[in-house]
């Protein structure tokens, strides 16, 4: 069993910076590490994925240029630098973790966190 536990979220102004955290603990290897996000009143969508190695990196078209996803192996630990935020960043963001190579579908995802709120003010 794997749990993953978001830190991170909270209140910025339009333009400004956050970093998530997601720590992950237990003795399953983890392929992919994502991150989805939630607003109110809208579906679940993907923002970015890392897979082990780090040779591939996903991001939405949305937060390209913006976002950036890391993840730190000693720390089994995901991070979500989030710069130039906008308020239709508004969100929970998740983390979440898959036992194989997984893409941008959140049927592929194995293991969640409980969320972490982003509100970004205009």
């Known amino acids: ?38 607003a109110p009143g809208k579906e679940r969508e993907f923002v970015a994925a890392i897979i082990r190695g780090g040779d591939d990196i996903y991001y939405a078209d949305s937060v390209k240029g913006r976002f950036t996803i890391s993840r ?12 130039s935020l906008k308020p239709e960043d508004t969100a929970v963001y ?10 941008i579908a959140d049927r592929e995802y194995d293991y969640w966190g409980q969320g972490t709120q982003v509100t970004v003010s205009s």
Do not use: H, P
């Open 94 to 103: 998740y983390c979440a973790a898959a036992r194989l190579r997984a893409g």
């Open 72 to 83: 730190d192996y000693a720390k089994n630990t995901v991070y979500l630098q989030m710069n």
């Open 1 to 38: 069993q794997v749990q993953v536990v978001e830190s991170g979220g909270g209140l910025v102004q339009a333009g400004g910076s956050l970093r998530l955290s997601c720590a992950g603990s237990g003795r399953a290897v983890i392929y992919t590490m994502a991150w989805f996000r939630q």
